[in-house]
Nanobody, 121 residues
Framework: QVQLVESGGGLVQPGGSLRLSCATS????????MGWYRQAPGKERELVAW???????NYANFVEGRFTISRDNAANTVYLQMSSLRPEDTADYYC???????????????WGQGTQVIVSS
């Protein structure tokens, strides 16, 4: 069983920063892409950023250089450093990981439970 556990969400003032973490545990042979989505109230879930095992990254247009995704392959953990936060960044943030559980297995995407980020004064 593979589990993703997120941490780091909370309430922050506009212009502030937060760092989200997502640790993967369980039966893991290797993890390919890891990333973050978010879902604001009343809106659809949208991609924030992803990072490959080799460190290639991709960001949504709305990030505009304010967020940085990184990962620690040894710890099976992905991070999202968010700066210059805006009220419109308020959402539940979900991490995901494309996991291979054994040498002969195919990959499968697993999701965290979500962590709430509220940007408000």
């Amino acid at each position: 069983q593979v589990q993703l556990v997120e941490s780091g969400g909370g309430l922050v003032q506009p212009g502030g920063s937060l760092r989200l973490s997502c640790a993967t545990s369980g039966s893991v042979f290797t993890i390919n892409t890891m990333g973050w989505y978010r879902q604001a109230p009343g809106k659809e879930r949208e991609l924030v950023a992803w990072i490959s095992r080799g460190g290639a990254t991709n960001y949504a247009n709305f990030v505009e250089g304010r967020f940085t995704i990184s990962r620690d392959n040894a710890a099976n953990t992905v991070y999202l450093q968010m700066s210059s936060l805006r009220p419109e960044d308020t959402a539940d943030y979900y991490c995901y990981a494309v996991v291979v559980i054994s040498r002969d297995a195919i990959s499968k995407t697993y999701w965290g439970q979500g962590t709430q980020v509220i940007v408000s004064s």
